[in-house]
């Protein structure tokens, strides 16, 4: 049976990767830390994802799986020697802290089986993911080894939508139905596995930034406009009801698409977009999964930021003199959010961004919620994307 060795056990790698390839008739080993969670899977050798929509619930059976613990390096060079795949789902902060590792288990695959490279899936939403992963796997393997030739670094595009676990039970993990994992196809070294969720697409590039410009984005303009009219509304989906949410949502993302057609003419269609957007839209409003405005809302200065969804957006519709006042009234809202998780507290970096406000004017806001400064853009150019933002702000335009 194919091996596929899935570093993270978490959302991503439980409820997609894991669940996709173990589906597809493949052997699944997990590397985590939890051990709680290693110790239940190699008791039962299967988990359940509780698949929801608004249409009901499913339970998948997902069998053929058991787990390691990250600190049992020489079981995981064993795994790595014998696996066909592998695949990593821990965050873009973690993976550093795993480089070592998975440098160490490569070399040692590439001494005992030269002749036989493998593939990587970089199961992470992180933009040249596989330049950022040859950097920190170069930076722990010694100069001459072959990573460009033994080593193929597939980025992917990740959709599918998994929100904060409220169950008590950790073989049981709650996501959407949506299944299709889109992976470079131009990355991998020999044949692409046979999984039939793998949806291989070229220029990768283009379906990352199509997430983070149509995907992202819409999640972000929901929370920010849904909050704006309907704090007391704890839930994605009850906002989403609101027709001046959804407007304003559906025109950002569209706003996002043009920019798109432009910059890839033949890769998207404006049709294709548009289903796309309206797909999205629905997924959005999938209440079964509980999915929150706090939850989709926090990190404005991640989210706010120049190379991020909304001012990204922006930057780029301004360039080829695109509209963006759906964009613009997205970023000033996001300005204004102060959703609070359960217990009524902010996210902790929205705090202290929250604190930097103070005192400040709204062009000082804006500029220092977006980065300006860094951004690399004309001093003409920030100082217009300002204007317009704060025009949007001082008018409390939703």
């Known amino acids: 049976m194919r091996k596929l060795v899935q570093w993270g056990a978490g959302n991503i790698g439980r409820s997609f990767i894991g669940q996709i390839f173990a589906r597809s008739g493949w052997e699944v080993v997990f590397v985590d830390i939890d051990e709680q969670l290693i110790a239940l899977l190699n008791r039962d050798h299967r988990y359940q994802v509780q698949v929801v929509s608004q249409e009901g619930e499913q339970m998948l059976e997902i069998t053929g799986v058991s787990a390691v613990r990250g600190s049992q390096q020489e079981r995981i ?23 070592p590792q998975l440098a160490e288990a490569l070399e040692v695959r590439y001494q005992k089986k030269p002749d036989e490279p493998v593939n990587l899936i970089i199961g992470e939403n992180i933009h040249h993911g596989a330049e950022y992963m040859s950097r920190l796997l170069s930076s722990h393997l010694p100069e001459t080894f072959p990573l460009s030739s033994y080593v193929g670094l597939a ?93 304003g949502t559906r025109r950002a993302m569209e706003q996002a698409a043009e920019v798109l057609l432009l910059r890839y003419p033949s890769v998207f269609t404006r ?16 209440r079964a999964l509980g999915d929150t405005v706090y939850r989709v809302g926090r990190d404005l200065g991640r989210k706010l930021r120049y190379d991020d969804r909304v001012t990204g957006a922006v930057i ?22 102060r959703a609070a998780d359960p217990s009524g507290r ?26 300006l400064e860094d951004s690399g853009v004309s001093a003409e150019m920030q100082e217009h994307i300002t204007a317009e933002i704060a025009r949007y702000y001082k008018e409390g335009a939703v």
């Open 271 to 286: 049709e294709g977009l548009q289903e796309h957007i309206e797909d999205l839209l629905y997924r959005f409003q999938n």
């Open 77 to 99: 060079n064993a795994l790595i020697t014998e696996a066909d795949v592998l695949s990593v789902s821990v965050g873009k902060q973690v993976l550093p802290r795993i480089a």
């Open 155 to 247: 980025e992917t595009s990740i959709g599918k939508m998994v929100p904060l676990q409220t169950g008590d039970d950790p073989l049981v993990i709650r996501a959407e139905p949506h299944n299709t994992l889109y992976v470079d196809r131009e990355a991998f070294i020999g044949a692409i596995p046979e999984c039939r969720f793998l949806e291989p697409v070229a220029p990768m590039e283009a379906y990352v930034e199509r997430k983070l410009y149509i995907h992202n984005l819409g999640h972000a303009a929901a929370a920010y406009l849904g909050y704006a009219l309907l704090p007391e509304k704890p839930l994605l989906a009850e906002v989403l009801r609101h027709p001046r949410v959804m407007e």
């Open 346 to 371: 902010l996210f902790e970096a929205d705090e202290r961004l929250i604190e930097q406000f103070k005192g400040m004017s709204i062009s000082e806001m804006i500029r220092t919620a977006a980065g």
């Open 316 to 337: 780029m519709a301004q360039e080829y003199r695109l509209s963006w006042d759906a964009l613009a009234r997205v970023f000033a809202a996001g300005l204004r959010f």
